[in-house]
């Protein structure tokens, strides 16, 4: 927040400009923002934008300016501006092993890259992790040149920072699953420690319960025991709800909390969790 003082002896004089703070999020998927009030802590602003079908990068871009535009965002004025981008390109690496000059390697066996692609890494402290991930380039600079200097994060980050701060420390895991049409993100957490992170692109719900199944599976899981949380774009009685509903005992639909100090009034908390827990 920047304040621009008036009269220096009188506080209520003091105007206060620039003390929203924007999320962004992208993907190949749709769009999403969110706007926060910082001084009184308040969500004020939240809406999403799904595409009809799955873009390349230059059409996601196109339709990100049209997005801000025909959304008034460039009408705020911006303390902080944060942009999440959603992609599969993207590997988890223990802090121990991260070297920055490695980049490439972290990323050749799990994503194709090309020789120019920009790579960049988030670091997770909390957790002792760093997140390699090639970013949408011409979508940054594009934010850029509305916004000025501006804050980017890979969605993985955001997931696993939110969902392993707000986990319990019990021996228990716990499997949560963010949804989306077409890809959904799957977390598998125990006392407070990051079991496995993997996103998948599905165009069924068969493809949605093959995976999962075979995740758990591989790391040789009772379905009847663990607990599985689903959320995002989900509600009991979709097809995927219902599929899973007969091969998992224990799952229900997971309504995350919003971040502590923070009120919100909007479509449900779950749809924007990535722009609202990127703040």
């Known amino acids: 927040m920047t304040k621009k003082e008036t009269n220096s002896e009188a506080i209520n004089d003091i105007i206060l400009e620039d ?34 079908s799955r873009l390349n990068p230059f059409e996601a871009q196109k339709e990100l300016k049209a997005f801000i535009k025909t959304q008034a965002i460039t009408d705020y004025s911006f303390s902080e501006v944060i942009a999440v981008h959603r992609n599969d390109l993207f590997s988890l690496v223990p802090k121990v092993l991260f070297d920055p000059e490695e980049l490439p390697n972290y990323l050749k066996y799990n994503a194709k890259i090309l020789a120019n692609d920009l790579l960049e890494y988030d670091e997770i402290p909390s957790f002792d992790l760093v997140n390699v991930y090639v970013p949408f380039v011409n979508i940054n600079n594009d934010i850029y040149d509305l916004f000025g200097d501006f804050e980017f994060k890979h969605h993985a980050t955001v997931l696993i920072e939110s969902l392993l701060a707000s986990s319990s420390s019990g021996n228990e895991p716990v499997c949560y699953v963010y949804v989306s049409p077409e890809e959904f993100d799957l977390i598998i957490v125990r006392n407070k420690k990051l079991l496995l992170f993997n996103n998948f692109t599905y165009k069924t719900p068969e493809d949605f319960l093959y995976y999962l199944m075979f995740s758990l599976e591989q790391l040789e899981f009772d379905t009847n025991e663990i607990k599985l949380r689903l959320f995002g774009a989900i509600e009991e009685g979709d097809a995927v709800f219902e599929l899973c509903q007969e091969y998992i005992q224990n799952f229900s639909i997971y309504i995350p909390d919003i971040p502590d100090g923070l009120s919100y009034e909007g479509p449900k908390p779950a749809d924007n969790y990535l722009v609202i827990n990127a703040l």
Do not use: A, M, P
């Open 19 to 52: 003390y929203y703070k924007l999320s962004i999020q992208v993907s190949l998927n749709g769009l999403s923002f969110c706007i926060l009030d910082s001084i009184g802590k308040k969500i004020i602003r939240s809406e999403s934008y799904r595409f009809r």
